[in-house]
């Protein structure tokens, strides 16, 4: 398999309604959409990839509905060797990463997020805020030549 390389990005969206299963729906459609992309596009995607794609629509889904009041929209998109996953939802106030603190139960979801990601933006729109992560479609650390 190749990397993406086409110019129209391929994408899938959906808008969640910020209820109970919406966390579930939106790892499955992220899932889905990797392995169809994998599957009719031949392009190369990690089990891995999949899986940390989920973990990040997870995190940044469940901090929409915990914060936010109505709907989220969910938005994947291949762009060159990344997948591009953005959470919109009603809430203006812009997430911040705390501190490292091993004590601290619970709200390392953010933490988690930037760990994994190639890049991360968080920016307020006209209504609400949009979250943006950048994730690796394949684990190879040289798939650009350098060792």
Known sequence: M????????LGAAVALDGQGA???EARHLAAGF????RAEHEIAVSERAVEVTQL???ELVTNAQKYAAGPILLDLRITG???EVQVWDSDPVLPVARAADAGRV???GLEIVMALCQGFEAMRDPVGKRLTARLALTDD????GTR
């Open 81 to 83: 060797d990344l997948v």
């Open 2 to 9: 190749t990397p993406h390389s086409h110019e129209a990005p």
């Open 34 to 37: 990797l392995n169809r992309v």
């Open 22 to 24: 919406c966390i579930a």
């Open 106 to 108: 619970g709200q390392h």
């Open 141 to 144: 650390p040289f798939r650009d």
């Open 56 to 58: 990040v629509v997870s």
